[in-house]
């Protein structure tokens, strides 16, 4: 039996192994887990406690056997939800991206900000940064606004603290950012210029679920110079219909 001191590659790897033990096996308790990993019993103790206090495993009962836990459900449930989001918001992205020649973003909530998750640049998009896998602040971006849009007001206190000023142009003040969440609920759309960066402007609006909750935004963003009251009204009247035709694609009927 190994006696060597884990490192957290080590660690990590064993709870896999665990969590693929399980799958095969249905049940086993620590004792066997053990066995398996070839580890001593109080390690493969250690490993369980802490997949079990993320619900990955569940005790099964008073015998003591271990099995995949709902956790892993949760998981793959909102894997699945993402992968499914960006294969049917794809298309339009791609579309609205050729008809507006700007940068297009899919962005969904993550903890107290946004998440991008597809980006598709247009002909004639100046920037050439890759937004997929960052996280941006929501009280600052026109992805962030319709996320917060319809919120319970509690929860929308919760994820926007003390808002920061990125630009002399970001809202701050919160009495100000909930007239804002109240007009994207009236308009449908969000927009913010020079917020989060000076010189970018982007209007945003909702993509909705089967059951008409808001699960993304999708955006389109460019250089504020080109983007004048005129082109955002334009952008309002393509982009609002994009994110119509997604949430048809998720199963929404309204």
């Known amino acids: ?51 079990e206090k993320w619900e990955l495993v569940e005790q099964v009962d008073a015998r003591g056997g271990y099995r995949l836990g709902v956790g892993l459900l949760r998981l793959a449930g909102t894997a699945a939800a ?47 940064y890759n937004w997929v896998g960052q996280r941006i602040p929501l009280h600052a971006t026109s992805n962030g606004k319709v996320l917060l849009s319809e919120l319970d007001p509690r929860r929308v206190s919760e994820l926007l603290g003390q808002p920061v000023a990125h630009t002399p142009a970001t809202i701050t003040d919160p009495r100000a950012l909930r007239a804002q969440l109240d007009a994207v609920r009236t308009d449908g759309f969000a927009v913010a210029v020079d917020e989060l960066e000076d010189g970018l402007t982007a209007v945003a609006a909702p993509v909705r679920n089967a059951h008409g909750e808001i699960t993304a935004s999708i955006s389109v963003s460019g250089p504020s110079f080109r983007l004048d009251h005129a082109r955002i009204g334009a952008l309002r009247r393509l982009i609002v219909p994009a994110a119509a035709e997604i949430s048809r694609r998720l199963g929404w009927r309204g």
Do not use: F, W
């Open 1 to 51: 039996m190994r006696n060597t001191k884990d490192t957290p590659v080590q660690s990590v790897d064993r709870a896999v192994s665990i969590l693929d033990l399980l799958a095969g096996a249905g049940e086993l308790g620590v004792t066997e887990l053990a066995r398996r990993l070839d580890v001593h019993k109080s390690t493969a103790s250690r490993l369980v406690a802490a997949l």
């Open 82 to 128: 993402g992968l499914d989001l960006v294969e049917q918001a794809r298309p339009v992205c791609r579309r609205l991206a050729q008809e507006t020649g700007l940068t297009v973003n899919l962005a969904v909530l993550s903890g107290d900000q946004a998440l991008y998750l597809d980006q598709v640049a247009g002909t004639s998009a100046l920037q050439s």
